[in-house]
Structure formats: C-alpha cells, structure tokens
C-alpha cells in the first residue's frame, strides 16, 4: 500500500476542477455537442462568475458543477475528489454538505416560514433541532433578516427572499455556493443590494460561482470565465477590494 500523496499548497486550494469536460445531448437523430473540453480551476475565497449568452451551455455547465447531471467525458474534482467516482448516495450527501445553491427564482418552500427555509438543508444533514435554531438565527441576521424569521416568503420582496435563499444556502458551511442567475428576477437596485451581500460574503471567507448573461457584472468577479462555442476562456479582473461601487 502507497501513503496518499501530500497536496501542493496550491492543490489544497482547489475547490473545483473540471479537466477537459464534454457534454453531448443525444435527442433520437440529433446529437448536440453543448460542451467541448471545459478546463477551469476555482480555487478557495474565489469569487467567479461564468458569462455566456442564451444557449452558450452555462446551465448545462452548472448542473455538472451542481452534480445535478453528469458529463459525457472528463473529469470533475471537488476539493481533490473524483467526483464520477461516487456512489448517487455519495452524491446526494456532498450536494447537500458541499454545495450552497441559490437560483434566479429562489425555490423557497411558500408554505415554511423563513426560519424553516433556511433550516431545510441543515434538517437532511440530521443538524439537531437546537444547533438549526441558532444557526437559522445568526445566518438571518447575516443577510440583514433577522426580524423575519416568522415570516412567510410571500410576505416578502422578491429581494428579501433571494437573501432568505442566500442564508439557506450557507446553512450546512458549503464549500461553495452555485448561484444560478441570482439577480435575474430583481430590479437594478435590489440586484446591487444582493451582488453588494455576495462580496461581503465573498470577503468573510466564501467561495462563489456565479452563472450570469449579464455583462454589466463582470467587473464584480475576481475571475471571469467567458463560455463561448463550447469552449472557455478565463480573465482575471485586478483586486477591487470589495467590489466596484454597487450604487448604495
Ligand atoms: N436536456 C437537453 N437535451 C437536448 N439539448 C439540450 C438539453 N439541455 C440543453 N440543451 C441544449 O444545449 C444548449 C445549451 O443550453 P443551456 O445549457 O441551457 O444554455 P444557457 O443556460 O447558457 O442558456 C442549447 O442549445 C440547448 O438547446
Ligand atoms: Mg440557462
């Protein structure tokens, strides 16, 4: 038997790898290659967005990320780990404790309160009633709603509950969070007041991928990747420290 090899500090950063992924639909005649080798590397306290236009593959590429779907070829590692390698148990467990998924029309359950929607993740992850209490709590007040936690999400903004669906997914400490369009659904200036949340979120350690067609948020991301043919490139933005001004 061989001992592990010891990670390269800078392989211990790597929270995503995606090494030369393809995905190919297969409709009866018609086969559509959406993507054509996808390499990125998302390393820890990232804040990265993937832009593309309509069609470009980048939910495609998000629910690969998500392990919502798997790929026809290549590899995907989460933190070091060979994620084809899982059992759909193995899956179900890492996508509950890994990964923080926030969407553009926030999938919160209409009839729990905001206290119980952000408590969902926490309740598969067998969290005690106590410990998912609390910790709804402090993560409320995290995201500026700490006095709504009775509340329902139709009582609420479309603002307040994207910031509801942000707590919710910080819930069980993912590795890092998948927003799927976040601000899509928003008015410019509640846009600015979520992209404002995800670089304080951003700056007190999380690590954010981002999925957007909107090219007016490009300079937010330490890391853009363009998805253009099927195919990536990357630019690196210089440090903004925070972001550019959001417009407060
Ligand atoms: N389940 C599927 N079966 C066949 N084709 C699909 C499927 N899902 C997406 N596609 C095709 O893949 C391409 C990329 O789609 P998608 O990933 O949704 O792009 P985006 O999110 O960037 O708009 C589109 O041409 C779409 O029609
Ligand atoms: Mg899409």
Redesign the pocket.
Known sequence: MTAPMEPTSQEALSIVKLEDIC?T???GE?I?P?LKGINIDVMRGEFVGIL????????????ILGMLDVPTSGKYLLERQHVETLSDTELATIRNRKIGFIFQSFNLFPHLSVEQNIEVPMLYAGVPRKVRRERAIELSRQVGLGHRLGHRPTQLSGGECQRIAIARSLSNKPAFLLADEPTGNLDEKTSADIIKLFHELNASGSTIIM?T?NPALEAHFDKVIY?RDGRVSEHQNINFGGGPDVGE
Not at 52 to 63: A, E, I, R, V, Y
């Open positions: 995905k639909y297969v409709t018609l559509v959406v593309g236009s309509s069609g470009s593959g980048k939910s495609t590429m998000l629910n999925v067609h998805l």
